[in-house]
Nanobody, 124 residues
């Protein structure tokens, strides 16, 4: 069981950067693979990035590869999403999620716990 709380969203101009944080409360954070998803208005949830238990493996959606970086600090029970070269199409609510089985997966249905989301708005 884990509680997840995202922070760091906001309004930025195209080409700018933001760093999102996802703080977890729970005793077994390091057992969870973590992912970031986003949902734009009127659209379904979209996979963004995932990271393995130790942080040794990552995976990115093609739409963000080379611009976004997922990382984690298990000592701080926190996962991050560094977003650079932001585009208006990145505008969405970003949520972090945890898979208790430690799978590196793009499938939202395999994640067990979800944060409330944080708004990212990129202006042109």
């Amino acid at each position: 069981q884990v509680q997840l709380v995202e922070s760091g969203g906001g309004l930025v101009q195209a080409g700018g950067s933001l760093r999102l944080s996802c703080a977890a409360s729970g005793r077994t954070f390091s057992n969870y693979a973590m992912g970031w998803f986003r949902q734009a208005p009127g659209k379904g949830r979209e996979f963004v990035a995932a990271i393995s238990r130790s942080g040794g493996s990552t995976y990115y959606a093609d739409s963000v590869k080379g611009r976004f970086t997922i990382s984690r600090d298990n000592a701080k029970n926190t996962v991050y999403l560094q977003m650079n070269s932001l585009k208006p199409e990145d505008t969405a609510v970003y949520a972090c999620a945890a898979d208790k089985f430690g799978r590196l997966t793009t499938n939202e249905k395999q994640y067990d716990y979800w944060g409330q989301g944080t708004q990212v708005t990129v202006s042109s």
